[in-house]
């Protein structure tokens, strides 16, 4: 309680007096107090959750001086009692070992009096007061008892004697033979028993969380081990051939903000948008047949097309509508070319071979794998539209650079008259097309030079990836009456496999044929290779050296960036190997014809819970190709992606991190590389070798304690 008074001491009513805590986590109530008529003016306090000091402060706004309350928490009874280590452990040459015990009250803080010890067999050791071990004989062992008010707990101490294993009392010995994965282990203790010298092997925690943006800390103290020298990891570039054109590097912000527009409208629209097309006869549903065709445009025609990429529906601002030419019609494609793009582009010609290529490659083979895609407007075919328009959405100077897009506005209906279709989208153009880049050798589009063979090869790599998001988007729409379109990291997933299976039909290659480096021999692969797989493989590199923090699945909707995309595409392709019932093609038409998304369509597509496969998957990352004798499960059958990276191993190093494990005390505050943080789906590589008929046993804790639900560990050998 305060006293408000004026300058003669005389009370004062009806001020507002501020309590404000400044130390400690308190609360006060009310915040705010009105002085009454004896100018008093109060509030509650009660102390906060942590011991020690607490303080409030009450003001008056326009007065100078302040009141301060102080009082002191102090900790409540002990509930608990915390011990670290588990167990301890003295190895020969070691006499004495630390235990730290603490009693907590309920809100964590530290209770006195401190705890007390008592040793179970005072002829093995003793522990002073302060939590000393002294080993007096060895080969036995022992519990010592803390007691803190009421609470007990006990650590087992094992004094070791010479010859005895590391891993006595604790974890059974397991030895493995070249190429040998042990799964589901002890997550608190590992033991491995050396069965040759120099062998290696590697430590594999996976983190199987069921919340997938969760991550939690993770600790590995080995004892008995021998550290492999390892070089430091880095990321290597893809080892391929002189490309057959100068790299570009895609930009995938601009299709990242358009699929999350198209996410946030699609539920408020796909009724309306439904309605529309069911009155129009339903193009590929059941009244198909009443459908009018709409005639297809000629060669010389002239369309207008919005080309805004950032507005979804919004009526087309200035410049957003383009003028079009239409510069070939072939069996699937209408191929249109801005009237304003810059000279020197391509030929009708060439533009009718890019047509004639979506006719006989890509659309067979994205039908094939995803289904047939709409065709709202009637007329049998899809857009290619090149226009500069994409050209201008590459800022100057950038690095990077938009390649095309896909935008699922043109899937809406234009129509304004009929409300009964729900809101209308004006920047709709009413059709299945593209939006793709065009040759500037002089850089009149804000100084960035392209190729017409530049655009020739990666445009029919865009347009195999935009494919599948036109297919998805328009059957979730019009054909699955889905809720919403797909999860970003799944649909991404899903159009970089639309590039493989590209890959696969141009290079005529199969499928489990593990692809090596001496595949780059082959004209025919590395065109096929440049067009169609080399920005999986970097996306993939880039994952590699992060397989810690990133994984498959995204950590929310959204989240599709260049580390997921390479995941998921890697555990697509795997888990396609990896069917044991129904064909490859049938798998992706499951997960492209439902009306689930994210996990839950994963989980029906393979017809159980990913979390195993994934786990296997993990381990696939590190042991593919990397040893002899290896469980088919945790090989990935397609790509020998660990030759193919580093040219048979002759000139650069495979860009997977791994960690290496050494004996000593752990010193996470430091930087110790054997303390790290898993995310959800993330997998750690901790290589370690052990001396021919010894034990090595590897001790995992998070903080201090017991590892999280959902660490799931295994042990591998590589050579």
Known sequence: MVKVTDASGNPVAGTSVGFIVTVGNGTVVPRVAISDANGQASAGWTLGTVAGANQVLATVTGVPNTVTFVATGTA?????????????????????ARITARGMDSFGNVVSPVPTFVVRDPTLVTIDANGLVHALRRGSATYVVATSETKTDSVLVIVLATGQSACTGVATPITLAVGQVVTNLGPSAVCVHGAADGAEYALVPYYNAAVVSATTALEVLPQGTIPLALTAASIAASKQPAPLVPTLIPDY??????????????????????????????????????AVAVAVPAVGDLLHLNANAS?????????????????????????????????????????????????????????????????????????LFFTRAVNELTAPGSSSITLGFFYERD??????????????CPGSNVGEMFYLLVPDTGGVVNGKKITKTQVVTFTNGTVAHEYQHLINASRRLYINDAPNLEERWLDEGLAHEAEELNFFAASHRNRKTNIDASAFNDPVFNAAYNTFQLNNSKRYQTYLAVTERQAPVGSDPSDDDLQTRGAIW???????DHLTTGTENAFWQKLVNTTTTGLANLTAALGTAPN???????????????????????LEPSWNLRNLFTNNGTSLAFPLFTRTLFDGPLTCSTGDTRCLTLAAGGVSFMRFNVASGSDALLTLTSNGGPVATGIQVAVVRVK
């Not at 009692?81 to 040459?93: I, K, Y």
């Not at 994934?614 to 290896?630: E, K, Q, Y």
Request: proline content about 7%; overall charge negative.
């Open 76 to 96: 409540g009874p002990s509930t608990t009692l915390s011990l670290s280590p588990s167990s301890a452990r003295l190895f020969p040459g070691t006499d004495t």
């Open 253 to 290: 912000s601009l299709e990242a903000r358009m699929q999350a527009q198209a996410r946030a409208e699609f539920p408020s629209r796909m009724a309306g948008a439904r309605a529309w097309m069911a009155s129009r006869g339903g193009v590929r549903r059941a009244a198909a047949a009443t």
């Open 311 to 383: 507005n979804f529906c919004a009526v087309p601002g200035p410049g957003d509508v383009r003028v079009g030419r239409v510069a070939a019609v072939t069996d699937k494609a209408i191929v249109v070319t801005d009237t304003a793009n810059p000279s020197g582009g391509f030929t009708d010609e060439e533009l009718r071979s890019i047509g004639v290529t979506f006719d006989t490659l890509v659309d067979p083979v994205d039908r094939a794998a995803f289904g047939d895609p709409t065709d709202i407007d009637n007329n049998g075919h899809v857009i």
């Open 411 to 424: 899937l809406h209906p234009l129509d304004t008259t009929l409300p009964s279709f729900g809101t209308p």
């Open 570 to 576: 890697n555990y697509l392709r795997y888990s396609a």
């Open 612 to 634: 195993s496969s994934m786990r296997d998957w993990a381990i696939s990352v590190f042991l593919d190709d990397n040893s002899t004798g290896v469980d088919p499960r945790f």
